[in-house]
């Protein structure tokens, strides 16, 4: 298959970069590139591009990499949605989400794939000696009974 990419020229830390088309199998900095297309320096900007060859190996079947293709959108030379290419990081679960999940053994953390375990907050010191003191026992007052009425009792006459 063949892939529109860019291919890294410049010296250190002075990047600029070839836009070719190749075969996705081969490495960039190979040489051996099928046609070269234009140039892109990142610095300032300068792009130097071939709208018509580009628009013809698409054509072709030729699929040009997420920011070769996000290039070409700001460009006006293809129409469609840019692509994200930054990092792809795993969600963070929300705090209802940790809520409701049961709890486990402080020892034993275990996660799936993906998964991110967030322990709950370190308790603070006056939390920690609440705990520590006996709470004072507060005894009930004891029940007294009441006095059931008895029937007054008459003299024996």
């Known amino acids: ?8 020229i410049g010296r250190t830390n ?6 070719v088309v190749l075969e996705k199998e081969r490495a960039a900095k190979a040489g051996n590139i099928v046609e070269l297309l234009g140039t ?20 072709m079947g030729a699929q040009p990499t997420d920011s070769i293709h996000n ?8 129409q469609g949605k840019k692509i994200n290419v930054l990092q792809k990081h795993t969600p963070q679960k929300n705090e209802a989400a940790i809520a409701a999940a049961p709890t486990q053994e402080v ?6 794939v993906g998964e991110v375990i967030v322990e709950a907050p370190m308790p603070t ?4 000696a609440a705990e520590a003191e006996p709470a004072p026992e507060v005894t009930p ?14 003299p024996a006459a």
Request: hydrophobic fraction near 40%.
């Open 1 to 8: 298959m063949l892939m529109i990419r860019f291919q890294r």
């Open 14 to 19: 002075d990047p600029a970069f070839r836009i």
């Open 40 to 59: 892109y320096n990142p610095r300032s900007k300068a792009l130097t591009l071939n709208e018509e060859q580009v628009k013809h190996w698409i054509s």
């Open 71 to 78: 290039l070409l959108i700001n460009k006006g030379i293809i």
């Open 107 to 112: 020892g034993a953390p275990t996660a799936s």
């Open 125 to 128: 010191e006056a939390e920690v």
């Open 141 to 154: 007052a004891p029940e007294v009974p009441a006095e059931e009425e008895k029937p007054a009792e008459t």
